[in-house]
């Protein structure tokens, strides 16, 4: 018997549900009711362009801050005794554990016009501030339940950077500023390329942050996508072309970050 | 800045960080108790909303299909990638690429697609939404993981001995159960428990693929946060929050332990 044929069932199993499901994806944004090849749901998705623009730019901004937050946190984690370490990563684990609903309807509490933090604002004669329903709250809600995906990566690959090294480096004369930009940096780039990958993704293509968060005044191109096959707007075929400009606009997220990451080393850090 | 200032901000920047991590946690676990029905004000501790949660029949029912499709799919997915990285493993470098990318598309693509693409076959096939849709769209996404923990341990492994024991007289069979299965067991391990987790969690998938015949937790959690909010689902965060920590430390002590008897015993040795 070959080993080989062990995969098998599962080349079968992909056939069916991963490549069939896929190319249906193509095929219906390449046809209308009928079932005749068209271009008219492309053209149609333009008249979005100003939501999948947001869709983009919320999400960079929120990649941006995750990774100005993560990069000095993963480097302080790091640095700590192992045992330190160990309960540090198991705290930014834990919320992950919960669901994503659960933590965003949280942030819902807490920023509500009769919320928590407008209460407190209350109580010393300020406010109540708009919170909830803006941009800002969207961006806040992708940070807040992405934040975990881009601290791991950059503790992984910190972690591997012997202290040794930076010892070395301050001894031969760097300041902490060039120790960073010459040995720590370069050191961690397949971290941040592999946090910014999966911090991106589900942000650019999130379509409850937006609904909780943004009280649907905000939306972004995951909404458009679920209005089309489940909501009143129902589309399946500009749904579909919709879902091929997110895939096209992760996959060159994924061109981007991939020039920095070696494929084999990937593997390692999403598990 | 001295040694000690360096250190007193750098906890102090971690302390915050955690505590945006925890506050909306914590906040939830308070309101919990709150009698009040409003989200804002306070008034007064009760533990009404937790005895109303178990009342709760679609609650209930929803947790019991999640449970349901989290074991069953996961337990599948991981016969089905576990064969598969065997197989994989055996082949070709140019085959073995090929059917790899096949099995990062589900990883790397957003969850929505996928969604969205297998919510489009079953419609194609008229299949209607239940239990089973929601199981067959879980192993979908569970494979891959599962196929990615256990190829590395593979690569790891002695090819030799698995020979070995053939040359010596086992079955493949044999050879398979006493050799090669031992050595990639904490692969398979780690990527069932990725998967079960994955899919007790999982929201983006399961929303397009139930029906009303079977809903999962979050797609249930959704559709109240949808209309009048309700405390129940406060509750209900603070009981799961709770069990995840339990599980977590229990766990980690596990561990340490375990770490401190090898390394006492190699001290011996």
């Given amino acids: 018997m070959k080993a080989k044929f062990a995969a098998a069932p599962y080349l079968l199993w992909a056939a069916f549900f991963i490549v069939i499901p896929f190319g249906l994806v193509a095929y219906y944004a390449l046809t209308d009711l009928h079932g005749g090849f068209t271009l008219s749901n492309f053209a149609q998705s333009l008249r979005f362009a100003p939501v999948i623009g947001s869709s983009i730019w919320l999400a960079i901004i929120a990649t941006a801050v995750c990774l100005l937050i993560a990069y000095p946190l993963a480097y302080l984690i790091s640095r700590k005794s192992t045992g330190g370490q160990r309960t540090l990563v198991l705290l930014v684990m834990l919320p992950m554990w919960m669901s994503f609903l659960l933590r965003t309807y949280a942030w819902m509490t807490l920023l509500e016009n009769n919320g928590v933090i407008n209460r407190l604002f209350g109580l010393i004669g300020l406010g109540p501030f708009e919170m909830i329903n803006t941009q800002g709250a969207v961006v806040l809600g992708m940070v807040y339940n992405y934040l975990p995906f881009m601290i791991l990566p950059l503790y992984s690959v910190m972690t591997k950077i012997d202290q040794s090294l930076i010892e070395a480096a301050s001894d031969l004369g760097c300041s902490p500023g060039q120790t960073l930009r010459q040995v720590v940096l370069p050191l961690s780039v397949p971290g941040i390329a592999t946090g910014i990958t999966m911090v991106f993704v589900p942000a650019v293509s999130t379509f409850v942050i937006s609904v909780m968060l943004g009280g649907g005044s905000f939306m972004l191109i995951g909404d458009l996508i679920e209005m089309e096959f489940l909501g009143n707007a129902y589309n399946p075929h500009l749904g579909a072309a919709l879902s091929i400009v997110l895939m096209v606009i992760i996959l060159i997220c994924m061109a981007l970050t991939d020039m920095f990451s070696d494929p084999e080393e990937k593997e390692g850090l999403l598990l | ?269």
């Avoid at chain 2, 007064?44 to 074991?71: C, E, R």
Wanted: glycine residues 4%; contains cysteine.
């Fill in chain 2, 1 to 269: 800045m001295t040694k000690k200032q360096n250190r007193i901000v750098s906890n102090l920047y971690i302390f915050i960080i955690m505590a945006f991590l925890y506050v909306p946690i914590l906040v939830m676990i308070i309101y919990s108790f709150n009698n009040s029905k409003s989200r804002g004000a306070w008034s007064g501790f009760t533990w009404k909303w937790y005895s109303d949660l178990f009342q709760n029949d679609a609650i209930m029912t929803a947790l019991t299909t999640t449970l349901i499709v989290a074991v069953v799919s996961s337990l599948i997915a991981t016969v089905l990638g576990t064969a598969a990285a065997i197989g994989i493993h055996a082949m070709k470098k140019r085959s073995r690429t090929v059917i790899m990318n096949f099995t990062y598309l589900p990883v790397m693509s957003p969850e929505i697609i996928m969604g969205v693409s297998l919510m489009l076959l079953f419609v194609l096939f008229q299949v209607k939404f239940s239990l089973l849709t929601i199981i067959a769209a879980h192993i979908t996404f569970n494979v891959p993981y599962i196929i990615l923990s256990v190829m590395p341990k593979l690569r790891q492994m002695d090819v030799h001995l698995y020979e070995a024991a053939m040359d010596l007289g086992c079955t493949p069979l044999q050879a398979f159960l006493k050799v090669m299965l031992p050595e990639i067991m904490p692969g398979i391990i780690t990527g069932c428990l990725i998967a079960f987790t994955f899919s007790l969690d999982d929201f983006n998938v399961s929303y397009f693929v139930s029906g009303e015949r079977a809903q999962t937790l979050p797609v249930l959690i959704y559709s109240m946060t949808r209309k009048r909010v309700s405390p129940e689902i406060n509750a209900l965060s603070a009981i799961i929050f709770v069990v995840v920590l339990a599980v977590l430390i229990i766990v980690n002590v596990n561990d340490v332990r375990r770490e401190k008897k090898q390394q006492r015993g190699g001290r011996h040795a």
